[in-house]
């Protein structure tokens, strides 16, 4: 059936960890989409390593999205695009911070409407108290000891508090 493609919005990215930022993006969409397909990406844009394993971000999101049933939590790997026409995917959603992500964005959605010219990119924007978060600022803080209670979840802060255990972060 084609309205249950229609209704449903890819949210990509490395989640690495699934941040509030993230849970906040995710939500709001269901503002404007029956479905949200949360779509953690093998590999990370930066080439670099993750933190977390694939299969751990993976289970982060679905700890944080339990008893959403609107709110699906899947991995994928290689082009965006391909995943968006193998679940038939119409819109992808990205959450935008600060100019800072523009362009980057704007980059990326540009390239990817070349490669699929009909899917469309939807950008939102967060809750102004996590508009400075990143996944990427809380593995810093937590890896140094500090408290990152408000900005994950608490399954998340348990997973953290683990992979930097004082003395054994890197
Ligand atoms: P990060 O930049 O945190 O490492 P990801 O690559 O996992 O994140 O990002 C996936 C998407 O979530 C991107 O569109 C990113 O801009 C968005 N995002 C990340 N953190 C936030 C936040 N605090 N508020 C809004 N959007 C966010």
Known sequence: MRRRGKSAVLYPG????????HEDIARRTLKVADRVIVAVAESSSGGRA??????DRLEMLREVFAGEAAIE?????GL???????RDVRAVVRGLRAVSDFEY??????????????????????????????????????????????FVSPSVLRRLEQRFRAGTGQ
């Open 14 to 21: 490395s989640f690495d960890p699934v941040t509030l930022g």
């Open 50 to 55: 993750p933190a977390f394993p694939l299969g």
């Open 73 to 77: 939590c899947v991995s994928f790997g």
């Open 80 to 86: 965006l695009v391909d995943f968006a026409r193998a």
């Open 105 to 150: 964005e704007f980059q990326m959605a540009q390239m990817n409407r070349e490669l699929h010219p009909d899917l469309e990119f939807i950008f939102l924007t967060p809750d102004a108290r996590l508009s400075f978060l990143s996944a990427s600022l809380v593995r810093e803080v937590a890896r140094l000891g500090g408290d990152v209670s408000p």
